[in-house]
């Protein structure tokens, strides 16, 4: 194993043959574990490249062999970035679930964990972050405290999107890292750490995302404020701009101009984009045979499904069907 002296950087670069030693390198940088080999897999080598980053510590981890790893409760916040091969997980209640180079595993702070096999060509980045960091970077975003611990959603598309745009800064930070580059320095390192948190709050779904991705929020005058909050807290109600106007104490003209400066959409394209959003966290995390689009959309108001269909394709790059199916 060796380890960097270089102030500021902890990297770890460790091979070995030995089960144990793996185990125990891993319990270090990581969590406790028992790792153990598939029936007949051969060839076992573990190899971790591991750099702390602040309150990320980022793990490049190949095993050489089918392994099965458990870990009971991570205590952190976690994302496994399969680089190559795949991998089946569970936590929780959240089972059968299976990350590959287009789909990674999100991992909460709690909840029985394990990785039930990761194949012998696998080759994952392992992201951990501190709970209190992640927490507390959400709550600078939002202005305010947070009423629960953010839990994200268990499963991240790093094919496209801003996932994708994620898993591409952390590849890109974790080799900058590796060379010794500026990410090294403490005036870079510390923004880097912020953007990466913020990257992956951004990315994933969880409860604050509708605050989270309204824009210009703090600037915002009173009037939008209160017609917005009126919108997220029902927005299944068949408001009409009337109505807001009315909630906001101004008129219908003013809320409009307001809307348009300060949000840069009308009140109703806003209304209709909270709603767009809620039906597609709720597909994504649905089961197909459980879930029904036709339902979802009259949930959130759209009587129309192909009207439904067609925005939420532009909103979001995919069909409804398309989300439940990959959910």
Request: aromatic share 8%; net charge neutral.
């Amino acid at each position: 194993m060796h380890q960097s002296p270089n102030r500021g950087l902890n990297l770890v670069k460790f091979r070995t043959m030995d089960l144990d030693e793996a185990r125990s390198v891993m319990q270090e940088h990581f969590y406790a574990n028992f790792i153990d080999l598939s029936d007949g897999s051969a060839g076992f080598i573990a190899q971790y490249d591991i750099v702390t980053f602040g309150p990320l510590t980022l793990g490049r981890l190949t095993f050489g062999a089918e392994v099965r790893i458990q870990f009971g409760e991570l205590g952190a916040y976690h994302v496994d970035i399969p680089l190559g091969g795949h991998l089946a997980w569970r936590q929780g209640t959240h089972t059968n679930a299976v990350a590959t180079t287009g789909n990674a595993a999100v991992f909460q702070p709690h909840g029985e964990t394990a990785l039930d096999r990761v194949s012998t060509d696998c080759s994952m980045l392992a992201v951990k972050i501190d709970p209190k960091a992640l927490n507390g970077q959400l709550e600078r975003l939002l202005g305010r405290p947070l009423r629960t611990p953010v839990v994200l959603t268990p499963e991240l598309d790093i094919a496209q999107g801003a996932g994708l745009s994620w898993a591409r800064m952390i590849r890109a930070v974790f080799d900058e890292m590796q060379a010794g580059g500026l990410f090294t320095r403490p005036m870079v390192a510390r923004p880097a750490q912020e953007v990466l948190m913020t990257g992956l709050l951004l990315a994933t779904g969880h409860r604050y995302r509708d605050e989270l991705d309204r824009p210009n929020a703090a600037l915002r005058p009173g009037p939008v404020k209160r017609a917005v909050e009126a919108m997220h807290s029902m927005p299944e109600h068949p408001f009409t701009v009337g109505e807001l106007a009315a909630l906001a104490g101004v008129s219908v003209r003013r809320l409009q101009e307001t809307f348009q400066q300060y949000v840069g959409m009308t009140p109703l394209a806003y209304l209709m984009d909270v709603r767009l959003t809620r039906a597609h966290d709720e597909l994504r995390l649905g089961t197909p045979g459980e879930v029904n689009v036709s339902e979802v959309a009259h949930r959130w108001s759209f009587s129309h499904l192909g009207r439904f269909a067609s925005r939420y394709r532009a909103r979001f790059g995919e069909l409804p069907s398309q989300t439940l199916r990959s959910g």
